[in-house]
């Protein structure tokens, strides 16, 4: 089979022919039609030492048809239209991922590739309104977005929502479900075309952090927030103390604005201000995410469609950042 390797650091993946997997007990195989890239997949590209000699085939989030079971698994779900649940291991906490936790695609092998066999209980049925391309954009970020609104956030219907750099999937992905949710939803980019495109798909209006004013102009037609999901980290992180109402959440669950700078310790607490870290999410959040995006009939927003051989083409456009959801692989 086809698969896209990562074998070097800093170098492009490797699109080459590797066997076949076979399923084992408990597992199945899966014959993938479409895969997503994620931000992680760029970061162990550059942070990572080069994995064995073999490579490592990347990618967390895919979707496929069931091609053949291993032992003790039923035998009637060949055929089935399947998303994959990329948070392995979450553990018995629902509060805190355990140690063994790991996301598919590092260290284990993942979706880019034409097959992957990976445990039964990984796999759940495909939403019927979603194409595979649309399934596939969705495991990863959807769940990510989820747990930070509804289970770190809490978010209620009729609540202020600022999410900052929307662009990415699961800052869409957030829009979406708090803007499904009821929610008055609020942007932030670095490029005006991705606020307006934002402004399409359920917010109110956006705000360019370019801007030097940018913090004070938001708070001045919008006013204070119930609830901010942040995707960056950076140095802009601190003004989301003066954002935030009173009482108000925030989360963060991304750092591609590197880490947080200069936080006012007195706005923390005497606004009695909640932040938030979060990761991924468990199993039961990632079945409510579905049950969730089905409710509402949500689809992804798709930026762009590659093949698997062009997997390197396809993290040139990620690098770029000038994407607005998710860069998806056609297989």
Known sequence: MKAALFK?????????????????????????????LNHRDLWIQREQASPSANGI???????????????????EIIGQ????????????????QADAFKILGFPDSGTFSEHIVIARKQVVEKPEHLSFEEAAATPLSALTAYRALFTKARLRPGEKVLITGVGGGAALWALQMA???????????GHDTKIQKAISVGALAGHNYKQDDWAEQ?????????????????????????????GGRIVNFGRTAGNI???????????????????????DEFLSMLDFVHKHKIKPVID????LGEVNEAFRHMEEGRQFGKIVLKI
């Open 8 to 36: 070097e650091k800093d170098a492009p993946l490797l699109v080459t022919e590797v066997p076949k997997p076979l399923p084992g007990k408990g597992q199945v195989l899966i014959k993938l039609h479409a895969a997503a």
């Open 57 to 75: 085939i990347l990618g967390s989030d895919g979707s496929g048809v069931i091609e053949d079971v291993g032992e003790d698994v039923e035998e």
């Open 81 to 96: 239209e399947v998303v994959i649940n990329p948070s392995i291991g979450w553990g018995k906490n629902p509060t805190v």
């Open 179 to 189: 803007a499904s949710f009821q929610a008055k939803v609020f942007v932030t980019s």
């Open 218 to 246: 938001l708070k001045k037609n919008a006013g204070g927030f119930d609830v901010i999901v942040d995707t960056a980290g950076g140095r802009h992180f601190a003004s989301l103390l003066d954002l935030v109402v009173p």
């Open 261 to 283: 700078e200069d936080l006012s310790t007195r706005s923390l607490y005497w606004k009695q201000v909640s932040i938030f870290g979060t990761t991924m999410g468990t199993e």
């Open 304 to 307: 762009k469609i590659f093949t």
